[in-house]
């Protein structure tokens, strides 16, 4: 794949990778007077509720109390979450490995909802083998450097196209499959959309949480025009890595199903969006 492989025109290439940058969140840890990227969320809102999505070990090893992040996608003052909820599997909490942090400080809601993006079920499908490429976008922790000078941390987003793997890897048969929510990405290209970088060197690390997307040229849904939204769906939460080999991720799905046992907003919401996915990806029925 090369560098110019997403979008029809510059203009088109531009929307995508700017709606990457706006939903991709890093999450920030202090430690010795620095910061850097602990792991990578998505911001989600259903039912007029706030979240951080991202996988239940990166909270293990970062408690979200002690969670930060960037008031702007490309540079802004650093902010505590705040008051917040955490919400992960109440069982099979390690073969899920999905969580949810509930944003219920209002002055961090607002800076989020000023300068980043939240998305919302119409942003949802379930893996579907139809996709012409998985996007993987996230924010690896070495490529990102605190400046103590303006208290900035300077980061840069990795988004790098992949495949569905059609066979489940014998390793992962041996750790164990969750049915409906595990599902499996090779590497197809070591290169970062955003910048045409060659990457395949870099450390993923910091990219644990970090949405998978699927990637349909023709579009997941009917619209009159044309935006990012087309041809991107969120399909799964990335879980665990196999070096050079591929990449474990969760079905968006999972979390679907956890936050509906909130209350009976969210659970009506989110049943809906997920009834009319069913649907077409199964327009029989059958």
């Known amino acids: 794949m090369s560098y110019d492989s997403m979008g029809d025109n510059e203009a088109e290439k531009r929307a995508i990778h700017d709606f990457f940058i706006h939903v991709t969140l890093p999450i920030l840890i202090e430690e010795g007077g620095q910061f850097g990227i602990a792991a990578t969320g998505t911001l989600f809102k259903i039912a007029c509720r706030h979240f ?38 109440s069982s099979n909490k390690d073969a899920l490995d999905i969580a ?15 300068n980043w993006r939240f998305l919302t079920l119409d942003n949802v499908w379930l893996p579907d083998y139809s996709a012409d490429a998985i996007i993987v976008a996230g924010y690896p922790s070495v490529r990102a450097r605190f400046d ?21 890897p014998e390793a992962a048969l041996r750790d164990g ?10 590497y197809q290209d070591a290169v970062n959309e955003y910048t045409g970088e060659e990457i395949s060197t870099v450390s993923i690390k910091g ?3 970090c949405s998978v997307w699927g990637y349909r040229k023709r579009g997941w849904i009917n619209k009159g025009f044309w935006s990012a939204e087309v041809p991107l769906k969120v399909i799964g939460i990335q879980s ?11 079905s968006w799905g999972a979390i679907i199903r956890l936050l ?27």
């Open 240 to 250: 665990a890595e196999r070096q050079g080999q591929y990449l474990r991720a969760k």
């Open 100 to 114: 949810a942090v509930e944003l219920k400080d209002s002055e961090s809601i607002a800076v989020l909802e000023e």
């Open 52 to 89: 951080i999505i991202t996988a239940a070990h990166t909270y293990d090893a970062f408690h979200p109390d002690r969670w930060h992040f960037p008031s702007h996608p490309r540079k802004g003052k650093i902010h505590t979450l705040g008051l917040a909820e955490y919400i992960h599997p």
């Open 148 to 168: 103590e000078a303006d208290s900035n941390l300077y980061a840069r987003i990795f988004i790098v196209r992949q495949k569905f793997r059609t066979e489940t």
């Open 177 to 186: 499959l969750t049915k409906g929510v595990d599902f499996f990405i090779d």
């Open 260 to 286: 509906q046992l909130l209350d009976p907003d969210v659970r009506d919401a989110a049943e809906q969006t997920a009834q009319a996915i069913l649907s077409k990806l199964n327009p029989k029925g059958g």
């Open 207 to 209: 990219l644990s949480g």
